[in-house]
């Protein structure tokens, strides 16, 4: 069996405001192998999004404990987290988060920025992760040139280029024609069965969570189900050999 | 992040909001250029005033009417005491030491000439003159002890008023009207250009004893006297020379019992130093207030930036932003701006100084446009300051975003 990249042991999540306690999760348990393509699930306010930020090092927990590649997470400061937020996860936005005004080359090598990654190996980099999601012909075109399929797989290619393990996709077909969604679901899974990354999705359609191997349902803040997709949807034949 | 990244991840924001960018500069750009043209007209004016003050000459003492000012700030007596007469002079003429002496008092009367009618300045000095002013004649002679004892009408034109008034070489053994009075010119000037802020060159000169005469003068304006001896020694010396012919008891040497005063040019120097110093204190009073400004204009753009900018912010920190990224990142753009502002501003100041200088150079003959490198170097150091200053608690503010809340701002 694989070794777990993630696990979370009694995760809770409040929020604070003006001395009112808010909670969100109310203690959550489970673990994510490493390679495997997880959805999360839920109607909005269950606390699925929270989980996200929590599990991508955005956010942090009220109590409990969370596990990334065994190293305990609470015990981290605030650059060692942005540390692991560079280097250990790539998140793709449902708004897309692209630099506006700005080519795809220079959207694609943003997370370069912040690492030890110098000169020559950053357009590399850049270009294969760019190729990876076939916008080769796009790269010296501006963010706000693009169609909303281009936009998220330029977003999906700067995920992908400082070869983070695990990728989170919040909603990441929320705003595309489902043409474009399919698409971006398409190298999604892509990257996980020929590439070996760990993906984490958010989403509340049964019909993009049911690419994934297994969903996770969460509803006010509990687990509700953990099951493995009996009927996965696959995008297309070329993709499973 | 290393500095080439932040330079040019910050050269791309701030192109992205190119408009706001140039506004924001133009506060700093305003500032800059007014510090620059002030300095810059400032030495150009500082070393206009010293090269005229040199064209007096080192070897030279001036003798003025007057009590001596006891600190460089102070003016003399607001009453010029009229003390310097025709036998001081002859008698100083007498001193050993004395080299050259002349006398010099300054009258303005109407010329008439052929068509020439204009008000001019006449000039009484004395044949030593043309040696203590290094002036040399261009046609003619100068006027002789002679002419000085015998107070006779003949005047020496400086070359350009010749010129005006009878015509290209064709002055000497002429005769013109000053006021009432009618005088032969026995000699022109060769051109001499401007001294001590005067235009020798249009000027009509006669004996100073004709002129004290003619305008019903007793007194002399300053005598100026050229000496081989050391300056400090030439000077005590004829303190107690001029003591004795005014009958002064002073044998402490105290200043303000003498009815004369001497200064050197290295005196005249000081004095002007002194000015020009309080004149570069206030400047730069007024340009630090003109720099605040700006300053303020750079924080509260660099605010509104960060507002506009937080979902911005919340991806960096997700891509692996840490807070001293964020910081320098917005640190480095405030910073961008104002030296961008400051070299817009040197380079706008000293061109608008250059102007100023060939507009003033129309009115008055030898002013030198000079690029103020202190300045340079000041509004380079002030506006990075500035930048860092007045950037930094925009920057802070961007940097202590919680990723979350950065991101989920919309």
Known sequence: MAQDVIRVAGLKK?????????????????????????????????????????????DTLTEGKYFFEDQDVSTLNEDQLAKMRGEKVGFIFQAFNLLPKTTVLDNVMLPLLYSDITGSQRMQLALDSIKS???????????????????????????????APVIFADEPTGNLDSKSGAQVMQILQKLNMEQGHTIILVTHETYTAEHAERIIKLKDGLLMSDERVANRTLSNGELIK | MELHDLVQSSWQSLLRTRGRSILTMLGIVIGIAAVILALSIGESATLFILSQISSFGSD??????????????????????????????KRL??????DAITAEVVQSDMVKAGSVNKSISVMGIMPDDLTIMGLSMSDGQFFSDADVEGRTRVAVLG????????????????????????????????????QFFQNLDDIAYLPATTLLDAYNKKFFNAFIVKTRLPLDEATSRLEIAMREAHNIDNPTGDYSK???????????????????SILQILLSAIAAISLLVGGIGIMNIMFVSVTERISEIGLRKSLGASYQDILRQFLSEATMLTIGGGIIGFLAGSFLAWLAIQIINQYQRGWVFVISWNGALLGFVVSTLIGIIFGYLPARRAARLSPIEALRHE
């Open chain 2, 93 to 98: 003429r007498r001193e050993p030491y004395v």
């Open chain 2, 258 to 276: 003498d009815d004369f005063f001497i200064m050197t040019q290295a005196d005249a120097i000081k004095t002007v130093s002194s000015i020009t």
């Open chain 1, 133 to 163: 999601v076939g916008l080769e012909h796009r790269v010296h075109n501006l963010s706000n040139q693009l169609s909303g399929g281009e936009r998220q797989r330029v977003a999906i290619a700067r995920a992908l280029i400082r070869k």
């Open chain 1, 14 to 58: 409040s929020y604070f405001n003006e001395g009112v306690e808010t909670p969100v999760l109310h203690g959550l348990d489970f673990a994510v192998p490493a390679g495997q393509f997880l959805a999360i699930m839920g109607p909005s306010g269950s606390g699925k999004s929270t989980l996200m930020h929590i599990l991508g090092f955005l």
């Open chain 2, 159 to 194: 070359i350009s008023l010749a010129d005006e008034m009878f015509g290209q070489g064709n002055a000497v053994g002429r005769s013109f009207k000053l006021g009432t009075l009618s005088y032969k010119v026995v000699g022109v000037l060769k051109q001499a250009g401007t």
């Open chain 2, 60 to 89: 030279k003492l001036i003798i003025h009417p007057g009590t001596k000012a006891l600190t460089q700030l102070q003016s003399s007596s607001a009453f010029v005491d009229d003390t310097l007469t025709y036998t001081d002079y």
